[in-house]
């Protein structure tokens, strides 16, 4: 079999990468949760043990995909719940996982023009030569940033809103469009906002969590107050390193009760809107 290398139609990007955005949970959400849950870790994500017990606690924010299971029986006539009832031991499968496996497929550059090896077949399968691959979603080299930023950042947005911690990991080899997908060109965080420009999933994501941030902290019946903090840091030869203090470069990741897992002495530098993160951005 032929390593990733020398496969030239490798230009696929397994999507997903993985930022905590834990500082930016509405703090509300946050202490209820510490104040419910005296166990090491935080059950938050936690996905139901079954997903048709009901749990009796109100404040839990809602699992995304017990709402779906939920919302699927209602939405069932009485023939189709009985059915179900008795088909106790199928496996129930959500359409909305808990993690979600992407790919986007980038265009070819001049030496890979014409290429075909690599070609999206369904909306979450392709083919890779005479082998075909399935995943949560397929983004063939025709999707825009906007499209990508629909699928998988605006649900992440939504989601770290309700109270969950979420992430995205990239992965793909080098010029796989990693970067690309994730920032944009280098203009892009200063680029106005527009569905059609080139910024990535990241300038995106800030925009949209400022945006509803706003609205609800606007809104006169929810009195929600968030406070953001934002932090980045690298991880270079086994080595986690802050971007925002390049003196730190050899953190340690630390584990405790209130905490959960969290990196000792990484810089966090409070924002309140987008600009803030922009300015942050560009001192790293
Ligand atoms: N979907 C896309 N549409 C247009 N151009 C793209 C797309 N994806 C990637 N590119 C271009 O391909 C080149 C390589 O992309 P990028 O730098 O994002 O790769 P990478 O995976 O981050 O690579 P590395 O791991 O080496 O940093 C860049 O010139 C980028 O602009």
Not at 56 to 84: G, R, V
Not at 89 to 113: A, F, T
Request: include cysteine; charged fraction near 25%; proline fraction near 6%.
């Amino acid at each position: 079999m032929k390593s990733n290398a020398e496969i030239p139609e490798s230009r696929f990007l397994g999507g997903i990468s993985t930022q905590s955005l834990r500082n930016l949970l509405p703090r509300s959400i946050s202490n209820t949760q510490q104040k419910m849950n005296k166990s090491k870790f935080s059950k938050e994500n936690t996905p139901p043990i079954n997903p048709n017990v009901q749990i009796d606690n109100k404040n839990i924010p809602p699992d995304p995909k017990k709402l779906l299971i939920e919302t699927k029986i209602t939405s069932k006539d009485t023939d189709d719940i009985t059915k179900s009832e008795n088909q106790q031991d199928l496996p129930v499968v959500s359409s909305d996982p808990s993690v979600k496996v992407v790919v986007r497929i980038r265009p070819g550059n001049w030496r890979e023009r014409g290429d075909r090896t690599v070609r999206k077949v369904s909306p979450n399968s392709l083919v890779v030569g005479d082998r075909s691959f399935t995943f949560d979603s397929v983004v063939d080299s025709s999707s825009t940033q906007e499209d990508v930023f629909q699928l998988v950042g605006v649900p992440l947005v939504k989601n770290s809103l309700a109270g969950y911690n979420t992430s995205i990991l990239l992965c793909g080899q080098t010029g796989s469009g990693k970067t690309y997908t994730m920032w944009g060109p280098p203009s892009a965080m200063v680029e106005g906002h527009s569905p059609i420009s080139n910024q990535g999933i990241v300038p995106r994501i800030f925009q949209m969590l400022f945006t509803e941030i706003q609205e609800q902290e606007n809104s006169e019946d929810k009195h929600i107050n968030y406070q953001c903090r934002c932090s980045f840091l690298e991880i270079y030869n086994e080595q986690i390193g802050d971007l925002l203090d390049p003196t730190q470069r050899n953190l340690q990741i630390r584990d405790d009760a209130k905490n959960g897992f969290y990196v000792e002495n990484l810089t966090e530098e409070y924002v309140t809107c987008y600009d803030d993160v922009t300015q942050i951005l560009i001192k790293v």
